[in-house]
């Protein structure tokens, strides 16, 4: 139909796709695991969801990271993979503790 347009159908995952958020199996392959793993620590609490479509968690781009940081240690200190929800909760919040050190360091009082 020539000068005409045709309708699409919206796609929520799209939409998400969008934001950055990925979906197990695109997370799991951008952290060079298997997707079972993800699903494992996904529900032992390991790894956070930033959002749900269709009753499947999505993921920030940031869990890549986390992923990939947790194998690291994994191999590294031979943690399990349960343990490591908690390594990594606790590193996260010594990170966020030092920049806040830093922060209050700089400020002119």
Do not use: K
């Not at 996904?42 to 749900?52: I, M, N, P, T, V």
């Amino acid at each position: 139909m020539p000068g005409g347009f045709r309708l699409a159908r919206y796609n929520p995952r799209l939409a998400f796709a969008g934001e950055g958020l990925l979906d197990t199996a695109e997370l799991a392959q951008a952290a060079g695991l298997h997707p079972d793993l993800v699903r494992r620590l996904y529900c032992l609490g390991a790894l956070d969801s930033a959002a749900e479509w269709r009753g499947q968690p999505l993921f920030a781009p940031s869990a890549v990271l986390r992923l990939r940081r947790m194998a690291r240690i994994r191999q590294d200190l031979g943690l399990s993979w349960p343990s490591l929800g908690l390594v990594m909760d606790l590193l996260e919040r010594i990170g966020d503790l030092e920049a806040r050190l830093r922060a209050s360091e700089v400020r002119p009082r």
